[in-house]
C-alpha cells in the first residue's frame, strides 16, 4: 500500500499560469481533503470531498478548483496562479474512523 | 470565529522528561480532537484521538487530556527520547455542511536534547 500519494512535489510557477496538483489514494477512502500550509498558521482547509463525484467547499477556496471524477483521486486545480498562493499543499483521507491520512506534501513557489 | 493557540515557541526538554503541550481553543465546542506529529517536509501522522466524554487517553507513552470547561487539551509524551522531536499538531473537530472537519493549530516544536 502505497496510502496517500502526491504529485509534483515541487513545482515553480509565474503568475498567471494555471497546474494541477493530483492526489492519489489507495486505500478505498470516501473523504479527500485539501489543506494549504503556511509559516505561522495551521492547516488550512481549501475543498474536500465525502464521495467520488462530489466536492465542497472549505475554508480558503477562493482561486481553486477540485474534482473527484475517480473514488481514488482528488485533483486541484490553479487556474491562474498568484503570489499568496505560494504555499505547501497537503492532501489527506479518511475513511470510518475519523484518522485522517495525509500524503507527503506539494511545495508550490509563485512568482 | 474559530481559533486554536498552541505554543508557538519551541519547547526544548531534556531526554527521560516529559514533555507536555498545550492545545487551548475559543468559540466551539469540539465533539473530539485529535493530535498529529509532523516532521519536517513530511505531511502529518495521526496520533491519538480523544472525545468530548473522555478526560484522558493513553498509548504507551503518550497521554491526551481534555478539559472541555477550560476548553484545554494537553498532549504528554513520557520518558522522551531524541526520536520524539518534531512538530506537534492540535485539531479540534468542528462541523462543516453536516460533516465533521478539523481546524488545525500551529503546532509547536519540540526537541528532545540527549
Known amino acids: 500500500n502505497a496510502g496517500v500519494t502526491q504529485t509534483p512535489k515541487f513545482r515553480v510557477l509565474k503568475t498567471g499560469q494555471s497546474m494541477t496538483l493530483l492526489c492519489a489514494q489507495d486505500?478505498?477512502?470516501?473523504?479527500m481533503y485539501w489543506y494549504r500550509q503556511d509559516p505561522g498558521m495551521g492547516l488550512r482547509l481549501i475543498h474536500y470531498s465525502v464521495g467520488e463525484g462530489t466536492t465542497a467547499k472549505g475554508e480558503v477556496p477562493d482561486g481553486y478548483n477540485v474534482s473527484r471524477l475517480k473514488k481514488q483521486n482528488f485533483l486541484l486545480g490553479l487556474e491562474s496562479a498568484a503570489p499568496s498562493q505560494t504555499s505547501v499543499y497537503f492532501c489527506?483521507?479518511?475513511?470510518?474512523?475519523?484518522?485522517?491520512?495525509f500524503g507527503p506534501g506539494t511545495r508550490l513557489t509563485v512568482l | 470565529s474559530q481559533k486554536i493557540e498552541q505554543n508557538s515557541e519551541a519547547l526544548n526538554i531534556q531526554e527521560g522528561k516529559t514533555a507536555t503541550l498545550t492545545c487551548n481553543y475559543t468559540n466551539y465546542s469540539p465533539a473530539y480532537l485529535q493530535w498529529y506529529r509532523q516532521d519536517p517536509g513530511r505531511g502529518p501522522v495521526f496520533l491519538l484521538l480523544?472525545?468530548?466524554?473522555?478526560k484522558e487517553k493513553r498509548k504507551e507513552r503518550l497521554k491526551v487530556t481534555f478539559d472541555t470547561t477550560l476548553k484545554q487539551s494537553l498532549f504528554h509524551i513520557t520518558a522522551s527520547q531524541p526520536a520524539d522531536s518534531a512538530t506537534y499538531l492540535c485539531?479540534?473537530?468542528?462541523?462543516?455542511?453536516?460533516?465533521?472537519?478539523?481546524?488545525f493549530g500551529a503546532g509547536t516544536r519540540l526537541a528532545v536534547h540527549p
Open positions: 480523544i472525545r468530548e466524554n473522555e
Open positions: 485539531a479540534p473537530s468542528a462541523s462543516l455542511g453536516g460533516y465533521n472537519k478539523l481546524i
Open positions: 489527506a483521507s479518511r475513511q470510518g474512523s475519523h484518522e485522517q491520512f
Open positions: 486505500m478505498n477512502h470516501e473523504y
